[in-house]
């Protein structure tokens, strides 16, 4: 459940963290 965890935390960290760049 950690792995899945930190998973979804890096997920929203690049999607709440990355700009609009595109």
């Known amino acids: 459940v950690e792995a899945l ?7 929203i960290r690049d999607i709440d963290g990355t700009p609009d760049d595109e």
Do not use: D, I, S
């Open 5 to 11: 965890f930190e998973l979804m935390k890096g997920l």
